[in-house]
């Protein structure tokens, strides 16, 4: 009897595993048909980047988040664009972004291979290796727009907000970042509790983070300031929310 009885409980509990398997693939977002027929095999190319305007660029990448946001990103023969990428690139604009491995850049904007430059750093800090990197996707390789993307719950800037010691652990280098950091804090209304673990604050922080290194890639880089007064480029921040995966540009 016993047997008999354990054997129904574990028929029951592979049956349940086996309904919520189905109530999962119930659920789960179908990809747009028309788009998994048609994957995008072709690359941006010099001419197409040449007669798209900075607004209009910002304008494709609110529109990629968007795909992004609903699940319902672009796809794309990677092979193949691997192959024409050869040719040359021709992104139209360079992103930095912190080094967390939860902020997928490319996927953000719906993006492929040879449309944006990717610069990444913890706390989306500039330094002179950024900025040069920056030059070149600008005024040599013709991108438009420079983005700096923070992102909600950032490590680097949480750890800045409650004065890690990270030189006492011997990372001179990690104490170096957080130090850079530490300015965007000055610029923040306390707001309550001086701490990560204040939400609003924290977040307010990482704005002024994202904005000050703004400020500071146009005080570095005089090239890039000027073609941004000429209105050739645009220098913007951006916000990305990791948990609706919405960028909030500012």
């Given amino acids: 009897m016993i047997k008999k009885l354990s054997i129904a409980i574990i028929a029951l509990g592979i049956m349940s595993c086996t309904?919520?398997?189905?109530?999962?693939?119930v659920v789960k977002d179908e990809p747009n048909e028309a788009i998994t027929q048609n994957p995008v095999r072709s690359i941006l190319t010099a001419e197409e980047q040449a007669i798209l305007s900075p607004d209009e660029i910002i304008g494709r990448l609110k529109n990629g988040n968007e795909n992004f946001v609903s699940n319902n990103l672009t796809q794309r023969d990677h092979s193949e664009q691997r192959r024409m990428a050869m040719i040359g690139q021709y992104p139209k604009a360079i992103v930095l972004s912190c080094v967390d491995s939860r902020v997928p850049v490319e996927d953000v904007f719906d993006l492929g291979i040879g449309d944006i430059f990717v610069a990444r750093v913890a706390g989306n800090i500039e330094n002179k290796d950024i900025v040069g990197s920056m030059e070149f996707a600008t005024a040599v390789a013709g991108s438009k727009v420079v983005i700096v993307m923070g992102h909600t719950a950032c490590g680097a800037v949480k750890h800045a907000i409650d004065n890690t010691d990270a030189a006492a652990m011997e990372m001179n280098a990690l104490q170096d970042l957080l130090d850079e950091i530490k300015p965007s804090i000055a610029l923040t209304e306390p707001n309550g509790e001086v701490s990560?673990?204040?939400e609003a604050f924290t977040n307010s922080v990482i704005n002024n983070n994202a904005l000050k290194?703004?400020?500071d890639i146009r005080a570095t880089s005089p090239k890039m300031a000027q073609l941004e007064k000429e209105g050739k480029i645009k220098i913007v921040a951006a916000i990305y929310d990791m948990a609706t995966g919405k960028v909030k540009f500012m």
């Fill in 19 to 25: 309904e919520a398997k189905k109530e999962i693939s």
């Fill in 196 to 198: 990560s673990k204040n």
């Fill in 213 to 215: 290194t703004v400020n």
